[in-house]
């Protein structure tokens, strides 16, 4: 593997194994200090990951390109089987129907695999069962329809490509229902009278791009809320006064991207916050101090591939520093103007809500398209050490993928890993669809996934599909 | 067959429900990701279905719900039923605390549960203020990092107050283990929002304090460091000026261990004015001994953002980057 990419990681790994990693140990010892829950359950994932790096370091080379190969039949015989039957376990997942189509729809898309024709009307014909006649789907049929599952199943249409699947969705129905979830404050419920966070809006917001359906109306407040979930570490918070997670910061993110109100956030905290959540298991954490998890080798490495579009920005707002929320509101006059209204509290009196103006909103759909063009500016983060932990760590020989050693594999982790090792290999294309230089890809070059537009998750192609599908409706 | 199927009494023999025709779930000819039900579960929801599209609100379907959810407590639309019911059977909601707490120590993660806690809070009033920090307190005992425990009891002290105790009880968790980064975000929440404490500005110099002297007993701990920031978060200028945050800085720079975090917060300080004296730069000079490309005449901040590329590998390209890209008076 002389010339391969696991040399440009030897650095990270041979960090793992001795200079980082050692340091801490040895000062532990000889301070004879008890070790916390966090420092105990972090040493063991770090045994178990180094254990399998040491393996693949002293492993002759074809071994190593072997370790390092995507399983491609075995991870679709997984997914096809989960497509085709659950056993009565996934009970606990019964509200989660369309999320089960997209996750292995969407990772099966990653790999290239198509459907069967018949398979592909069914479930189309299973979502629609899922959708609520006032608009917006459930997590199965009759159920109340939810936005993430929502999302879910419309990411699943728009993944499945076909005419019928594109024109199944009721659109105006589904606008209505956005609205009806939407709070006075600007921000989203899940379902009516449900939990208003930041989850709630990516979805609400994703899904009225994806179908050119986003305007002021919408958007209104959402930005807001987002800022105020931006949290002293640089991070997202799922509400205001929350802790910064791998998951919010990306449905936080790519919501400011879609609405033309990204550079409103603190971009130079959030950039650092996100890449220090990558660590020496090569794998991202969720939070600060937590254990490494493959799935946020997408919600973390997804929002460090959505910054690569962003670094102009952000690098306008190293140069301006400081600059407060109230003095950029001021720069931005011009497009942008600051108005309110009057809500009754609660308590019978009345408040003003302030909120952002942005007059740019309802280019939504054109947002989408127009952020993937932005030139790449190039990686923030270890793509190759990522892929390592994707590939080694995560991926489950017999199929699909997992957290991290230890657990089980499960549909949902699948589609996040794949995703996230389909961000990390295009991390160095200069334009979004072409294909990876080859030392960009661990392992054999045939690992190469499908690339995928960042702001939905979506395989790029069936994005551009349904882009030119919906930009014709009004 | 195990023993809980054998006890359960299927609705279909069960007196009180013979007036009800069960609704099977219409899931097509060709279902995708169909699930192999047990005949329990499904039997309870299509019977769930039947009083759901029938709207029936009362004492039997409060039960049927409580069933529907001990087999999967993820399903919103039982839950939101089961609320719609509660209002209408006019239900002591104490009880259905109890029960709610109940249901919450098997299932503690779970967004339904939370928000239906929260629901009943609201309902219940300050009242149930400390039960609510008790319950959240318990969830922690067993996992301090629960996301959806920390939102429920930020929302709680939020709500319903409770705030008394509350920078004594981050300051527990954190003795039991200072790299709980959920308790020091919940440390940063109580001092910034807390009614009792008089906001951040009146907080800062003893949680900068706090906060040093987390860093000196464990240098490798990144939420003390971050948390130092977020003191200053928006303030950039009061930052630089506090010497106790450069000092920090300079001391564990010192012990050439743990030099990332220090190194990244210098950078910080220097990309907002800092003027660093000559112990900053050689004990930086100290560091770069091992990194011979960097040239000599580059700045400070450009010399760490060296450092931090050969020293932090897993993170050479954001170096990089900062390097490329510093604020041009530190340049």
Request: net charge negative.
């Amino acid at each position: 593997m002389e010339s391969s990419p696991i040399d440009s990681s030897s650095n990270a790994s041979s960090g793992l194994s001795s200079s980082t990693s050692s340091p801490p140990h040895s000062d532990r010892d000889h301070r004879q200090i008890t070790l916390t829950v966090t420092q105990l359950e972090q040493l063991k994932v770090e045994e178990k990951v180094s254990e399998i790096y040491r393996i693949l370091s002293g492993a002759p080379a074809h071994t190593q390109t072997l370790m390092l190969e995507l399983w491609r039949d075995k991870h679709i015989e997984f997914l096809t089987r989960g497509l085709n039957q659950l056993g009565p376990t996934y009970r606990v997942l019964d509200a989660n129907r369309p999320w089960l189509c997209y996750w292995i729809i969407h990772s099966m898309a990653l790999l290239r695999e198509s459907l069967d024709i018949e398979v592909e009307n069914n479930a189309v014909d299973f979502l629609s069962r899922c959708k609520d006649i006032n608009g917006g789907y459930g997590g199965g049929p009759g159920q109340l329809p939810h936005l993430a599952t929502t999302y879910a199943a419309v990411n699943t249409l728009v993944t499945l490509g076909s005419n019928s699947a594109l024109l199944s969705i009721n659109r105006e129905a589904l606008r209505e229902f956005l609205l009806r979830m939407k709070d006075f404050c600007g921000a989203f419920r899940m379902h009516h009278t449900g939990e208003m966070d930041v989850r709630a809006c990516y979805t609400a917001i994703s899904v009225a791009s994806l179908l050119n359906i986003l305007d002021f109306e919408i958007t209104k407040g959402v930005g807001d809320y987002i800022l105020r979930c931006q949290t002293y570490e640089g991070g997202i918070a799922g509400e205001p006064g929350s802790e910064a997670h791998g998951g919010y910061t990306f449905c936080g993110l790519a919501t400011m991207i879609l609405i033309n109100e990204v550079h409103r956030l603190d971009l130079t905290s959030l950039i650092d916050w996100v890449a220090f959540r990558q660590g020496l298991e090569f794998g991202f954490q969720g939070r600060t101090n937590k254990l490494v998890d493959g799935c946020y080798s997408f919600w973390q490495g997804g929002s460090l591939f959505l910054i690569q579009r962003l670094l102009s920005i952000a690098e306008n707002q190293i140069k301006s520093l400081p600059m407060s929320i109230e003095q950029e509101q001021l720069s931005m006059e011009g497009n942008v103007d600051s108005a309110a209204f009057t809500v009754p509290k609660p308590d019978g009196s009345q408040r003003q809500i302030h909120y952002f103006e942005n007059k740019d909103a309802g280019k939504g759909s054109a947002t989408g398209l127009d952020f993937i063009r932005t030139t790449n500016g190039g990686p923030l983060f270890h793509s190759i050490a990522l892929q390592q932990y994707i590939l080694l760590c995560s991926q489950v020989l017999e199929g699909g993928f997992k957290d991290k050693p230890g657990k089980v594999r499960d549909h949902y982790h699948s589609c996040y890993c794949l995703s996230g090792l389909s961000v990390s290999q295009y991390s160095f294309s200069k334009s979004a669809d072409s294909p990876p230089p080859p030392n960009a890809v661990l392992g054999p070059y045939s690992n190469l996934l499908e690339p995928v537009h960042p702001l939905y998750n979506l395989v790029l192609d069936k994005y551009y599909k349904a882009h030119e599908f919906f930009s014709v409706m009004s | 067959m195990s023993s809980d199927e054998d006890e359960w009494v299927p609705f279909s023999r069960r007196p009180e429900w013979s007036d009800v025709k069960p609704v099977p779930q219409d899931d097509g000819p060709h279902p995708v990701v169909p699930i192999a039900y047990r005949a329990d579960f499904r039997e309870t929801m299509d019977y769930f279905r039947a009083v759901y599209l029938s709207g029936e609100r009362s004492h039997r379907a409060l039960n049927l719900t409580a069933e529907a959810i001990s087999m999967n407590p993820g399903n919103y639309t039982v839950w939101y039923f089961r609320r719609l019911v509660l209002e209408a059977v006019d239900a002591d909601l104490n009880d259905e605390m109890e029960y709610i707490n109940c249901v919450a120590s098997k299932n503690s993660k779970n967004y339904q549960i939370w928000h239906h806690k929260r629901w009943l809070a609201e309902k219940l009033g300050p009242e149930v203020a400390q039960k609510e920090l008790e319950f959240t307190k318990r969830i922690f005992a067993i996992d301090a990092k629960n996301y959806h425990a920390w939102s429920h009891r930020q929302w709680v002290l939020d709500a319903l107050g409770g705030w008394q105790n509350e920078l004594d009880y981050c300051t527990e968790l954190l003795e039991d283990d200072i790299f709980n980064n959920s308790a020091w975000n919940q440390r940063y929440f109580v001092i910034t929002r807390s009614p009792l404490l008089g906001g951040l500005q009146s907080m800062r110099e003893s949680e900068v304090s706090y906060a040093v002297e987390a860093i000196l007993s464990n240098p490798e701990n990144e939420s003390p460091w971050r948390y130092l920031r977020g003191l200053y978060k928006g303030d950039p200028n009061l930052l630089i000026c506090n010497n106790q945050i450069s000092g920090v800085c300079l001391q564990v720079l010192k012990t050439k261990h743990n030099i990332i975090f220090p190194l990244s917060l210098l950078l910080e300080l220097l990309c907002h004015g800092f003027q660093p004296s000559t112990e900053f730069v050689s004990a930086v000079e100290a560091l770069r001994t091992s990194v011979p490309e960097s040239s000599s005449t580059s700045s400070l901040a450009n010399t760490i953002c060296s450092v931090l590329e050969i020293v932090d590998p897993i993170r050479s390209n954001y170096w990089s980057w900062r390097r490329s890209h510093l604020p041009s008076q530190v340049c």
